[in-house]
């Protein structure tokens, strides 16, 4: 990366000994030139790998393996490999063929249906415990926001053995140590149910710190005076605290439909076959491409691009909420 | 619901936290109880039943008489103190994994944090870029950095290999260039989380301070030394434990760039081994869920009560 401040002792006169002169006299310029050179730098390294794939998808299939993407240049008699890499070839259809080898819109709507139904449960779990933490004093407060955090911290790898065989139905659940049976669970793997599930308590803890946050800001005198319009307990909760705490449950929603959209662990295990009729979510589709047209590798770029047009537009146009709930909620945890 | 109404506030309390309590219950508590009865027993040698062995699955991941059930020839300790033996472990690679991206993670994102806490025009979009790595789905992740670095179409293969980073062919099934793959991809995702932790502790910070730092003539460096940096030490103590939590259950970047038998990490042994060497299986996920609760002890017992 070379910098001004890098180049300057290499010239002698011009321009740059000019600037050089006055950034001597004047620190403030230098630092300003290192803080753009290292904002181009994280800008570089963030967003090239997004080039990347566009640079793939739009290569024709026949040229992918022939020759190298960094072309070589002759610039005024001087050849050289050029440092990024550039298209072989024009030929946008692949973001068609995408959809066509693999029904990859049926991935993608599998794990919006999962996101939404996730992010719908969440909010209405979270919202009762946000209420609770926020606003009521009560024995045990600590304890249990304690314990919420610590199942928040296990691995997901310590609970999906004894999931995976509860959703297969093949066996009833006893109580832990006992061999008292309870009941016999439905199959529920390639269902949705079996991946909402651990999606709902893996988020949950999150969710519930940023509403607690919120919640727990709303001044008593507004619910009490809901209260004495006539509203329930639980109606000053939904009519009155969660309107008014907006931003914090729009925050919370954004983060928990982000988080699933973006899950792979239950996501590849649940669903036992990377099938779309059988809920298998993006992670299903992608690596079905992978898997199965194993040199298609501009089918692979395109899908990866379709499948993070949702997230990157989310972040673009609720980047506001995702900072403040990142910040607010993952520091209290 | 005019029951409700007549509640005092522990009992309403207790009564709004029943869908959360079965929720947990259900997908967390039991799961972990059950995981860890399941680690206490083993197949019998002929495969029809399963006997109590106590911590017989635990010793045996320690004394290495388990390595046989996992796949790829991996063992659970190394089995020595060279590159190739430390990177079969299973313990060693998921802990060499937490470590070496946690700290770049962190070293980039405090740059970025101070990039953004600055004022400049366009910040909000330059912010915009900055995370949104971070909100891409880790299959997707995953397929960037494999088709930036297999053998047919990556491009970055050929000029890391002559620096001596990869091994030039076979790229993705090397496990010490998988796992170099592995952690960047992790540092180019998570870098914008650590970022934006560290950019909330950089704007709780009196701006006054800098103020009388200027008039007493501190340079911009003594300012970040002897002001900035100390006040956001404890934010960067917190992020880092959240992260290196994480880290340690790193799996779906592994499934998708590698194969969990070139890069063995914890969670990958869970699941490679749970459908055919139950007792094993959860043996080694508890394992990982007590390193990380000593990682998150530590955390509550020096934090104290803001941890909560």
């Not at chain 2, 995981?35 to 991941?61: H, I, K, P, Q, R």
Request: hydrophobic share 55%; aromatic share 12%; glycine share 8%.
């Amino acid at each position: 990366m070379a910098t001004p401040t890098d180049t300057q002792e290499q010239s002698s006169d011009g321009p740059l000994q000019r600037w050089t002169q006055s950034a001597i006299q004047n620190p403030d310029k230098v630092y300003r030139a290192l803080f753009y050179a290292a904002m181009v730098f994280f800008l570089v390294t963030t967003l090239f790998p997004f080039y990347w794939l566009i640079v793939l998808a739009v290569t024709p299939e026949g040229n992918l393996l022939s020759g190298s993407f960094l072309p070589t240049v002759n610039l005024f008699g001087v050849s050289g490999t050029f440092p990024l890499p550039v298209p072989k070839g024009f030929n946008p259809g692949a973001f068609v063929t995408v959809f066509e080898q693999v029904p990859f819109h049926l991935y993608m709507l599998n794990s919006f249906a999962l996101a939404v139904t996730t992010t719908v449960i969440v909010l209405f779990v979270a919202s009762l415990a946000g209420y609770v933490f926020g606003r009521l004093r009560f024995p045990g407060r600590a304890l249990l926001m304690l314990g919420i955090l610590a199942i928040s911290y296990f691995p997901p790898a310590a609970f999906v053995i004894p999931l995976f065989q509860a959703f297969a139905g093949n066996a009833p659940i006893t109580i832990p140590f006992t061999s008292i049976p309870l009941f016999t669970p439905p199959r529920m793997l390639n269902t949705p149910g079996s991946m909402v599930l651990p999606f709902s308590a893996l988020f949950m803890p999150l969710s519930i710190f940023i509403l607690t946050t919120f919640y727990g800001q709303i001044p008593d005198g507004l619910e009490d005076a809901a209260r004495v319009e006539g509203t329930t307990r639980l109606g000053a909760l939904f009519r009155v605290i969660m309107p008014l705490s907006a931003p914090g449950v729009a925050t919370a929603a954004v983060l928990t439909f982000i988080a699933v959209y973006n899950e792979y662990f239950f996501s590849s295990i649940m669903a036992t076959s990377p099938e779309a009729a059988k809920w298998s979510p993006i992670v299903g589709g992608i690596l079905s491409y992978q898997t199965q047209y194993t040199t298609q590798f501009n089918l692979m770029a395109a899908a990866s691009i379709v499948g993070v047009l949702p997230v990157v537009i989310l972040v673009i146009v609720a980047q506001e909420r995702i900072v403040s709930g990142l910040t607010s909620g993952a520091l209290k945890e | 619901m005019r029951w409700m109404e007549n509640l005092s506030d522990t009992q309403y309390a207790y009564l709004l936290l029943v869908p959360v309590f079965v929720l947990l219950g259900i997908v967390a508590l039991y799961p972990l109880l059950r995981t860890f009865e399941l680690s206490l027993f083993a197949l019998s040698a002929d495969f029809s039943s399963t006997n109590f062995v106590g911590a017989g699955n635990y010793v045996g991941l320690f004394t290495g008489e388990k390595n046989r059930f996992l796949p790829g020839g991996t063992t659970f300790l190394p089995e020595g103190f060279g590159t190739g033996a430390l990177l079969n472990s299973a313990l060693v690679v998921t802990i060499i994994f937490a470590v070496v991206s946690v700290l770049f993670e962190t070293l980039i994102g405090l740059g970025q944090a101070l990039i953004l806490d600055q004022d400049f025009y366009g910040r909000r979009w330059i912010r915009a870029a900055i995370i949104i790595p971070w909100a891409v789905p880790i299959v997707i992740q995953g397929m960037i950095f494999f088709l930036m670095f297999n053998s047919n179409v990556g491009f970055l293969t050929p000029p890391l290999a002559d620096l001596g980073l990869l091994a030039p062919t076979n790229t993705l099934n090397d496990t010490a260039s998988a796992t170099f793959i592995i952690i960047v991809a992790d540092i180019w995702k998570t870098s914008a989380f650590m970022a934006l932790l560290i950019l909330a502790g950089l704007q709780s910070i009196d701006r006054g301070l800098y103020d009388v730092a200027k008039v007493a003539g501190a340079t911009k460096w003594q300012q970040f030394k002897l002001i900035t940096f100390p006040l956001i030490l404890p934010t960067i103590g917190v992020a880092v434990l959240f992260r290196s939590v994480q880290a340690m259950r790193v799996y779906g970047i592994i499934d998708t760039v590698s194969s969990c038998t070139v890069v063995p990490s914890l969670s990958c042994m869970v699941v490679a081994t749970f459908t055919t060497r139950e007792g094993t299986s959860a043996a080694i996920a508890f394992v990982t869920a007590a390193i990380i609760g000593t990682v998150v002890m530590g955390l509550i017992v020096w934090q104290g009560e803001d941890a909560i």
